[in-house]
């Protein structure tokens, strides 16, 4: 009885050895990550330091801001920014009737702040800059339009 319930528990032990090896060798297709979509159709960005941007693009950013709200540049605070890959030309605010060109574009999406409101900036890395978004506190005007 000894020796049948041993000879049991091996073929029991070596069945389970022979499938486990045989699950090992199917081979599978390693995971795939699946991307985080594109908040409201605008790509993902890297958040980075204000002091990350080029010089010049933070003082065309500045100055269009103090324009529009008309404050001095010395009151505009750029409070974030993103690094970030247009899909085209449009800097991810396009227009319609507008043609642009078909290439991924690098740049950056900027905050600037001020008493009067906030604006988002679109840019490239060379000193193109869109101003995409307004947000503005209760009561407050709203910022000169694009001339």
């Not at 009885?1 to 199917?26: D, H, N, P, W």
């Amino acid at each position: 009885m000894a020796r049948f319930l041993a000879t049991l528990i091996f073929a029991t032990l070596a069945a389970a050895c022979v499938s486990g090896e045989q699950k090992r060798a199917t081979p599978r297709a390693p995971p795939v990550r699946i991307p985080a979509p594109a908040l409201n159709g605008q790509p993902e960005g890297q958040p980075v330091a204000t002091t990350a941007i080029p010089a010049g693009l933070r003082r065309a950013v500045v100055a269009d801001a103090a324009r529009r709200f008309k404050v001095a540049e010395s009151a505009v605070v750029l409070t974030r920014a993103e690094q970030v890959t247009w899909p085209d030309g449009s800097l991810g605010c396009p227009e319609p009737g507008m043609m642009y060109t078909q290439s991924l574009v690098p740049g950056f999406r900027v905050v600037a702040k001020t008493v009067a409101g906030e604006l988002l900036y679109h840019t490239d890395q060379v000193g193109n800059l869109r101003n995409c978004r307004v947000q503005e506190g209760p009561e407050l005007p709203k910022p000169a339009p694009d001339r």
